[in-house]
């Protein structure tokens, strides 16, 4: 109640105020708090280190012993961006953006039978028991789990004593510290981000819709490729994204398994920051990941639309006019 | 819908030839079908023969392997044992997508990516129909349920009762030699519902298309079938038309489960023509088996057979004096329910223009003539002898 009226009231005005417009107004707090702790969080641990990275890029390095960079407005340049874009570089940005999409698609082909499976002819009192051996490898640190590939990949390692143990490689199989190795490392660091959501969307289709299907004359696949996949399409879309952007910046999988032959730009930018202590480099390097990312999956959102539109206008019934 | 000459309503039967007996399209044959789920015998040995064009209702409580039936005949199960012919074959083996039968499902099953118009040709695609006949048969099967307006909606945007009907389009556009009928009105309102049971009689009378049709509302069943099926436990309890389910139910159950009835337990007398119950006698003038005298037996009589007086109407049997409990007035009849003491309660049913003007608490008659009393024996008493002044129908479909 404002002043205002509370001074007509005062005033000995004659006609009482109805009561229902003088109904006291329980206190609410805006909506918008309960969201304040998440904003927090993102304001604090993303955009400022963001930004810190960005004002980075943007500086100086005055030399390699201040680890430093000078970013004091005057001596702002875009500078450091042609560097980061050396030729030495970029083979690696490329091979990393090959690598994570290789491997966003190697999880997806692996993930959607075995999360279908999981979601629709596995009983529900085992569903729990797979769930938990898919999260298992994350019981474990990931840099732990990633030596552990090291014994395995190695030349005279698991894999390849066992392959030649059964005569299918005759020489020691040279997997570690290739592009292989670091592919087949990702794909086991990543795959229950994939399966996790796909096994979600399978989950949540009414098994009526697939019934429905085969009712009008469509077999299995057909339903699959027409009804269930479509229905599943959110969850897919969430594990790519779930894959697909900590992949291109991962740096543990690539440093560990990589080597020389199988490093990605996450390793480079580190270098960057820890061993040539060129932080405004390796920053940009970093802004440019960024970029990168976001433009890599613009493209994929294109084409995606593409697609979409594609199965639309295939599907479209457009019926001839009515007769009035 | 107005009685067009379609193709729908041309459509012709074609018969089967060559060792399926000249049966014909759409005839549906079950021979002792079972169906065991683990333990649990959901169906247990039913047969059944249904005519081409024929309307018929599965009609019993949640549980009593109505759905179950239904689905063995879509394929989405498989028959444990027994034998099953649609228009003289047999379908055992036969996967969903490739039987000449379509559902309409319980909760419509509509795909939500697809428009009303791509959910309709979705079963002409998987045949391979081209593009322009597809367009002209999804139109008519549009216009058969009046959704030609609503055609690139997504079913999101629409009521219950028109994604029922869309449902309905979906099915008939692939023009089934059967239609699977899964509830379909089960979600609609009162109102919404009548109107869907006479369109849907009509299409199909139209159609010529054979109906199975599963619920577990008695009037339902009994306003739209030609024949009903009321099943219990997995078996069928009796099959007739409405007529004879009605007026000739075969056990307490049926009795029971269509109509209303009022049951009372009592002792076989008058040599097992009638009953004993709290020093009445009640006895049937209806040919039936008789009863063994000095047995557990049940009697029932409709709450519409039953006339309320003021005064003794002085006649030996079917007469029951009690206090009158409550009126309650339905419109063209008015309801009684009369308290004969010791809990029991009578419910009977009068036309406005013969109920005699009554107040509560009043000394009342009841009575009935003897061809109105039914006699059973006490096999089923534990599922009919709920209290007889509620809605058994209900009680026993466990709504």
Known sequence: ?324 | MDSGNGPFEERQRRVVDAGSAGAETGSVELVDVVKMFGDFVAVDRISLSVQAGEFISLLGPSGCGKTTTLRMLAGFEEPTSGEMRISGQPIAGTPPHKRDVNTVFQAYALFPHMSVAENVAYGLRQKGVGKADTAVRVSEALDMVKMRPLADRKPRQMSGGQQQRVALARALVNRPSLLLLDEPLGALDRKLREEMQIELKLLQSQLGITFIFVTHDQEEALSMSDRIAVMLDGRIEQLGDPYTIYEHPSSAFVAGFIGQQNFFSGRAVEGGAGIETDGATLTSSRSADPLVVGSDALAAVRPEAITVSETDPGASANVLRGELAGISHLGDVIQFVVSTGGGREILARLPRTKAPRLSTGQSVWCSWAADHTYLFTAEQADLVLADPASDKAEVLAGN
Do not use: H
Request: overall charge positive.
């Open chain 1, 1 to 324: 109640m404002t002043t205002d009226t509370m001074e007509t009231a005062d005033a000995g005005s004659t006609a009482p105020v109805p009561s229902s417009t003088k109904k006291p107004r329980r206190a609410r707090a805006p909506k918008f708090l309960l969201a304040l702790p998440a904003w927090t969080w993102f304001i604090l641990f993303f955009a400022l280190p963001v930004g810190l990275v960005l004002l980075y890029s943007l500086g100086e390095q005055v030399s390699s012993f201040v680890q430093k960079p000078d970013i004091s407005p005057d001596v702002w340049s875009l500078d450091n961006f042609p560097k980061a874009f050396d030729p030495a570089f970029a083979p690696i940005f490329w091979r990393t953006l090959r690598i994570s999409i290789t491997g966003t698609f190697i999880c997806l082909i692996i993930s959607v039978p075995f999360s279908y499976w999981l979601a629709t002819k596995v009983s529900p009192r085992w569903r729990g028991v797979l769930l938990g051996l898919v999260l298992v490898p994350f019981w474990t640190n990931f840099l732990v789990r990633t030596i552990g590939w090291q014994l395995i990949l190695a030349p005279n390692g698991f894999v390849s004593q066992k392959l030649q143990d059964v005569g299918i490689t005759s020489g020691d199989l040279g997997l570690l510290y290739t592009q292989a190795g670091v592919q087949i490392g990702v794909v086991y660091n990543y795959l229950p981000l994939m399966i996790l959501p796909l096994y979600v969307a399978f989950e949540r289709i009414d098994s009526a819709m697939t019934e429905a299907s085969k009712d009008l004359g469509a077999n299995r696949l057909k339903t699959f490729v027409q009804v269930t996949m479509p229905l599943a399409m959110p969850g897919a879309i969430a594990g790519m994204l779930l894959v697909f952007i900590p992949l291109m910046g991962d740096y543990i999988t690539a440093s560990l398994l990589g080597g020389a032959k199988g490093t990605m730009a996450g390793v480079l930018v580190a270098d960057q920051f820890l061993n040539t202590f060129n932080w405004s480099r390796g920053a940009a390097m970093a802004v440019i990941m960024i970029g990168f990312i976001l433009a890599a999956l613009a493209v994929f959102a294109i084409v995606g639309l593409l697609l979409r539109a594609i199965v639309r206008a295939r599907r479209r019934v457009s019926l001839p006019e009515a007769a009035a």
